[in-house]
């Protein structure tokens, strides 16, 4: 019976996207991850495209000094807005510049951009609370969605879908958003962005 259990629960999490995500990380660490970086400015025009088969991205802390109400000094850290990015041993700060680090393998779908949503479905399954609290799950395990990314001022730039999409906010970077698309990663650093059902699409 354990045995069954063990097996039934390996299956289950070998389809969990959180999972999956964690997995992306932890050979991230290990050896890396080969990845693409599209940087654009804030209309939407790329500027650089870097790419390398060992990519990593770090944050950098910096010191913050505040002092008390008897005058005793408190020192504490917080992530500034620089980014390090280690490509095959090299590396590059960036600060400010909207970029996208797309892992080898995943494809953009740019024939999304321009849909429209148009949702008036009066199911009992719709009302907001019951949504929130299917979707908060929904995502752990991944679901069919369609990813929008715009420039920092509302430009369209490339759009991604998938079968299983989570996402999630890393602690260690600053202004990041990091997804798992179909079990590849891709990391939004300074950008707007819709994640949208495709049921919601026409």
Not at 45 to 56: A, C, Y
Not at 171 to 177: A, G, Q, S, V
Request: hydrophobic share 35%; glycine share 8%.
């Amino acid at each position: 019976m354990k045995k069954i259990l063990v097996v039934l629960m390996c299956f289950l999490l070998s389809g969990c996207s959180l999972f999956q995500s964690k997995i992306n990380d932890i050979k991230g660490n290990l050896i890396g991850n080969g990845y693409t970086i599209y940087t654009y400015d804030n209309y939407g025009n790329e500027v650089l495209q870097t790419s390398g088969s060992k990519i990593s991205i770090t944050g950098n802390p910096i010191e913050q000094t505040s002092y008390d109400e008897d005058g005793s000094v408190e020192t504490s850290y917080e992530l500034s807005s620089v980014i390090t990015i280690t490509i095959d041993g090299k590396e590059m700060e960036s600060c400010g510049d909207t970029c996208i680090f797309e892992q080898k393998g995943l494809t953009p779908d740019v024939d999304f951009i321009s849909e429209s949503i148009d949702s008036s479905s009066n199911s009992i399954m719709d009302a907001s609370s019951v949504s929130r609290f299917i979707n908060k799950y929904k995502n752990m395990f991944g679901k069919s969605r369609v990813v929008v990314i715009k420039s920092q001022l509302g430009q369209p730039i490339v759009a991604y879908s998938g079968d299983k999409v989570y996402w999630e906010i890393p602690e260690d970077l600053p202004k990041m958003t990091k997804l798992m698309i179909d079990g590849k990663a891709l990391y939004i650093h300074r950008a707007n962005f819709q994640i949208i059902d495709k049921d919601l699409l026409n």
